[in-house]
Structure formats: C-alpha cells, structure tokens
C-alpha cells in the first residue's frame, strides 16, 4: 500500500524557516517524481515544487522560487521541502504528492498545516 | 498561467441520479486533464488523467471527456460515498493548475 506521511509543519514567524518532510512507503521511491502542492480555503489547490527520479531536476512555481527548494533522499525514501523567508501566503494545508507522468498526481499524503503569522 | 474554471461551484443531487461536472481551460490543453475527488477532511484522489482514463480502483460510474477546452466529468447512479469536492487539473503546461472545485452534496 502507497503511503507518505507529512511532518514538520507548525507555526512559524513570517521570514524565518522551516522543513517539511515526506516519509515514502509501498513503492519504490526512486522511480518517481515527487511533488508537493499546498491548499488554502481562498486560494484552493496550488501546485508548489517537483523534483525528478534522481533529484537532478527541480521545478518551482514563481511564487516560492529563491525561498524554497525541494530535495529527495532516495536512500531514506523520503523528499523534503525548505521553505525560507517565509510569508503569510505561504500559510496552508502542505501536501506531498507522487507524482505519475508530466504533473498528474496520483498518491497524496495527509497534509500538514504551515502557519505564518507573528 | 492556464485559468482552469469549474461549473457549478456546488451542486446537490439525488442518489442514483446522474451528475455532470464541467471544466474550462482559458487555452487547448490537449486532453492532459486530471479529476480529483477531495472528500471531507482528506487529501485529494486522482479519479483520471488524461481526461478519459480512469485510475486504478475508480468505479467505473465515473467518466471523463471532452477536448480541446472543454471536459467534463461525469459520475452515473450517484452513491452516498461520491460526496466530495471535485476538481479538475491541467498538466499540459506549467505550472499545472486547479479549477476552484465544484462540492458536490446529497439531496
């Protein structure tokens, strides 16, 4: 059974930095791409970062580009997303995505909420 | 970007009955177009991709199509467990983007 579990999310002051993190388990990690995409009550359903099989290749939508970066461990099954300089529009519901083909989705984890707020 | 529009913005229906969700791409996506079904409290599903193929495990009373800008989804013989927000995706360009949702209730 696929399964990927968030962590790390929480209440961060805006400017400062955190770490989300995505445990893999039920498929071989490294013979897909990844993704995370993050949900808001007023924005809905936002497509944020990729990263391929070997994590050679990363994409970023424009809004995040320079303050995130999204990383992979294929050893430890599980990608990561470094947000910096964070600003209240960041604030929402982070999912990790596998993701099948060019930008389908076809595993979503639970989610962890990011907060941004001093 | 590409705009992706979904219509209605919410919906209520009977069970059994059959039920027709609509999704306007602002330029030709060529069919790469993704459903997703987010129950209550969950994280989205894929239901298909490439506007016509269903996904593994989906019932098959789910069906895609359309072309060009135009696609729909639609859901036969409605059952209690298909209330959900649906939403629809295009991948032909990037950034992918999300229709706003249609939330779809019993009547």
């Known amino acids: 059974e696929v399964q990927l579990v968030e962590s790390g999310g929480g209440l961060v002051q805006p400017g400062r930095s955190l770490k989300l993190s995505c445990a893999a388990s039920?498929?071989?990690?490294?013979?897909?791409?990844m993704a995370w995409v993050r949900q808001t009550p007023t924005k809905g359903l936002e497509w944020v970062a990729s990263?391929?099989?070997?994590?050679?290749?990363?994409y970023y939508r424009d809004s995040v580009k320079g303050r995130f970066t999204i990383s992979r461990d294929n050893a430890k099954n599980t990608q990561y997303l470094q947000m910096d300089s964070l600003r209240s529009e960041d604030t929402a519901t982070y999912y990790c995505?596998?993701?099948?083909?060019?930008?389908?989705?076809?595993?979503w984890g639970q989610g962890v909420m990011v907060t941004v707020s001093s | 970007d590409i705009q992706m529009t979904q219509s209605p913005a919410s919906l209520s229906a009977s069970l059994g009955e059959t039920v027709t969700i609509e999704c306007l791409a602002s330029?030709?996506?060529?069919?790469?177009l993704a459903w997703y079904q987010q129950k209550p409290g969950k994280s989205p599903q894929l239901l298909i991709y490439?506007?016509?193929s269903l996904n593994d495990g989906v019932p098959s009373r789910f069906s895609g199509s359309g072309s060009g800008t135009q696609y729909s989804l639609k859901i036969n013989s409605l059952q209690s467990e298909d209330v959900s927000i649906y939403f629809c995706?295009?991948?032909?360009?990037?950034?992918?983007?999300f229709g706003g949702g249609t939330k779809l209730e019993l009547k």
């Open positions: 995505a596998r993701q099948r083909g060019r930008y389908y989705f076809d595993y």
């Open positions: 039920g498929f071989t990690f490294s013979n897909y791409g």
């Open positions: 990263i391929s099989t070997g994590g050679g290749n990363t």
């Open positions: 330029e030709d996506i060529y069919s790469n």
């Open positions: 490439y506007a016509n």
């Open positions: 995706q295009q991948n032909y360009d990037s950034p992918p983007t």
